[in-house]
Structure formats: C-alpha cells, structure tokens
C-alpha cells in the first residue's frame, strides 16, 4: 500500500497564503503525475492542479496565476502554494499520486485524506 500524507491546511483572510504538503511512502517504485483535488461544501470534487514527474504542470483555470504547484522527486513529495486565497477557494484539499509498484506494473492511484483550507472574507 501507499499512502499520502497531506499536511498544511488551516484559516486564513482573504487574500492571504498557505502551502499545502503531500508526502508519498510505500512500496512505490516510480511516481508519474502527482497533485492535488478540492473538493467544496456541496460542490463536486474538482481537480486543482497537476504535475508530472518531468514537471510538466497543469492548473484549473479557476486557480491559474494564483497557486503553484512543485514536487521534490527525490522525497515523493508535492506541494501547493496557495496566493491571493478567496473565499470560494474553501474546501477540503485531496492530494493523489498515480504510480506503479514495479517497472512492469499496473499504474494505480493513492488519495491523501485530506485537509481541509477554510479562506475567511
């Protein structure tokens, strides 16, 4: 198995900043995209932002210019800056990572558990 553990989350004022981290451990033999979800209170979960493991990055559009995403390869990590936070950015913030457990294996997803970013007005 591997799990995500997702640290980072909290209050803030609009207009204000926060930085989301995923780490990743287990039996992983290689990481390709990693990133993160959110899902809001009575929203449908929407992807935030993605990175692959050349570093290609990938953002909602609802979020560009806004949030960053990066990864520490070498620590299977992901992190998510978050600038210029809105109150409509609240929600609880999954992180996933798509890897394999052998060079020949099947690519399969792991979810963190979330946390949850509350973005006061």
């Known amino acids: 198995q591997v799990q995500l553990v997702e640290s980072g989350g909290g209050l803030v004022q609009a207009g204000g900043s926060l930085r989301l981290s995923c780490a990743a451990s287990?039996?992983?033999?290689?990481?390709?995209?990693m990133g993160w979800y959110r899902q809001g209170p009575g929203e449908q979960r929407e992807r935030v932002a993605t990175c692959s493991r050349s570093g290609i990055k990938i953002y909602a559009d609802s979020v560009k210019g806004r949030f960053t995403v990066s990864r520490d390869n070498a620590k299977n990590t992901v992190f998510l800056q978050m600038n210029s936070l809105k109150p409509e950015d609240t929600a609880v913030y999954y992180c996933?990572?798509?890897?394999?457990?052998?060079?020949?294996?099947?690519?399969?997803?792991?979810w963190g558990q979330g946390t949850q970013v509350t973005v006061s007005s």
């Open positions: 996933y990572a798509y890897y394999t457990k052998s060079s020949v294996g099947a690519t399969l997803t792991s």
């Open positions: 287990g039996s992983i033999f290689s990481i390709d995209a």
